[in-house]
């Protein structure tokens, strides 16, 4: 059965540090891994898709990367900013039943002025 | 285009009323999902649909039923509410299943059960 992890539970950081946020999986049966952002009282929008096939995705100051051998993956944020606080959730599509997505249990972000 | 929208956003109810939560998609997405989050936890799904007039479960069905009658609405009913249901629901859609397609998020439905 897939499992993601997502440590640490929270993580609280000064304006400017560049930080990783880490995903662990159990299965590497995947179709792809999806890192989400989710706002307090709000609903989830997605920040970057990996196929099973890359290695990294990269917008802006965002850096996934998806290693599937090892079950693991990094978001990395550089120059943090106090916008970037919010819970940071990571998703696997897996592919024995491509319509679900397995969440991990997120870290809570907080980046200090 | 207002994306995925959800109704109500807040609600308490006693034990062993009933209520439906309604979800509806402007994007002419096939797929839509009912999700509950609990603190600590992850996503988990409730119940999926891959088309209109078509209903499936998912990881933790008990307690609730859906229905599609139409492609941009889902409704997710508790027919008697359950201390144990008192959650987060949120609603997402998706184009299809393939590896670029990504679920779209409603704002959620915060549910007290008393």
């Known amino acids: 059965k897939q499992e993601v992890t997502q440590i640490p539970a929270a993580l609280s950081v000064p304006e400017g540090e560049n930080l990783v946020l880490n995903c662990s999986f159990t299965?590497?049966?995947?179709?792809?891994l999806q890192w989400f952002r989710q706002d307090p009282g709000k609903g989830l929008t997605s920040l970057l898709l990996?196929?099973?096939?890359?290695r990294e995705q990269t917008s802006g100051r965002l850096n996934a990367s998806l290693d599937k051998s090892s079950g693991r993956s990094t978001l990395y944020i550089a120059a943090s900013q106090p916008g970037d606080s919010a819970t940071y959730l990571c998703?696997?599509?897996?592919?024995?039943?491509?319509?679900?997505?397995?969440f991990g249990s997120g870290t809570r972000l907080l980046v200090r002025p | 285009n207002a994306g995925v929208t959800q109704t109500p956003k807040f609600r308490v109810l006693k034990t062993g009323q009933s209520m439906t939560l309604l979800c509806a998609q402007d994007?002419?997405?096939?797929?839509m999902y009912w999700y509950r989050q609990d603190p600590g936890m992850g996503l988990r799904l409730i119940h999926y649909?891959?088309?209109?007039?078509?209903?499936a479960k998912g990881e933790v069905p008990d307690g609730y039923n859906v229905s599609r009658l139409k492609k941009q609405n889902f409704l997710l009913g508790l027919e008697s509410a359950a201390p144990s249901q008192t959650s987060v629901y949120f609603c997402?859609?998706?184009?299809?299943?393939?590896?670029?397609?990504?679920?779209?998020f409603g704002p959620g439905t915060r549910l007290t059960v008393l």
């Open positions: 997402a859609s998706s184009p299809g299943t393939s590896g670029l397609d990504t679920q779209y």
């Open positions: 299965d590497s049966a995947i179709y792809n």
């Open positions: 990996i196929q099973s096939s890359q």
């Open positions: 998703a696997v599509r897996p592919r024995d039943s491509s319509y679900k997505l397995i």
């Open positions: 994007m002419n997405h096939e797929y």
């Open positions: 649909s891959v088309g209109e007039g078509t209903t």
